[in-house]
């Protein structure tokens, strides 16, 4: 292991498990590497910080998303042959403000928490060939927008509503809602009146 602050783990189809560090790396251990031990993990030093990461299908390509710290802040490497991925197969995306968090939800779009650019959405098109992309960003005097650009985690649950924990509460896109051009977030701010907090 490259290094012991770990900000990211996740294993993907091919059963590679990879962990994201906080200063040292990717690192990236084959199925057919793992004997218990763990000490087998092949390092990726171009991304020094990484923060999330997930799968998803692009162009019919096994492909692994990885969110990082600054600019830019998402890179894409094609896992579809896993004895075969290289650092230097990983695609920066440009995208700006680091990307902390990543779902590819249960219809295969994806969703972009990012740590001062608020949400970006990729809606794969009808023919499978890329992406119709959105970002939403918080307007705190616009009613039903993101309530902060923060966003640090992202969920879809059983219902197939997502939540987004953010730097200004928790907030909501309904399902029904979700690939509209223009979604309403329902937020959830902590009660200060019934919940105090001890700063002890």
Excluded at 59 to 77: C, F, H, M
Excluded at 140 to 152: D, G
């Amino acid at each position: 292991m490259s290094y012991d602050k770990i900000r990211a783990m996740y294993e993907d189809s091919n059963g590679t498990v990879w962990v994201g560090t906080e200063g040292g790396g990717l690192n990236m251990q084959l199925k057919k590497d793992d004997d218990g031990n763990y000490n087998k993990f092949q390092h990726f030093s171009l991304i020094p910080r990484t923060f999330a990461i997930t799968e998803t299908n692009i162009d019919n390509k096994k492909t692994l998303l990885i969110g990082a710290e600054g600019t830019p802040g998402l890179y894409l490497l094609d896992i579809s042959n896993p004895n075969n991925v290289k650092e230097s197969d990983l695609v920066s995306q440009g995208l700006m403000g680091g990307v902390f968090s990543l779902l590819n939800d249960s219809k295969q779009n994806i969703w972009i928490g990012t740590y001062t650019s608020g949400i970006h959405r990729w809606i794969k098109k009808e023919d499978g060939k890329g992406f119709t992309k959105s970002i939403f960003k918080s307007y705190p005097k616009q009613p039903n927008a993101l309530p902060s650009n923060i966003i640090r985690d992202i969920l879809e649950d059983s219902e197939g509503n997502i939540w987004f924990a953010t730097g200004g509460g928790l907030s909501k896109v309904h399902a029904i809602e979700r690939y509209k051009k223009q979604p309403k977030f329902v937020t959830y701010k902590n009660d200060k009146k019934k919940y105090k907090i001890n700063k002890s």
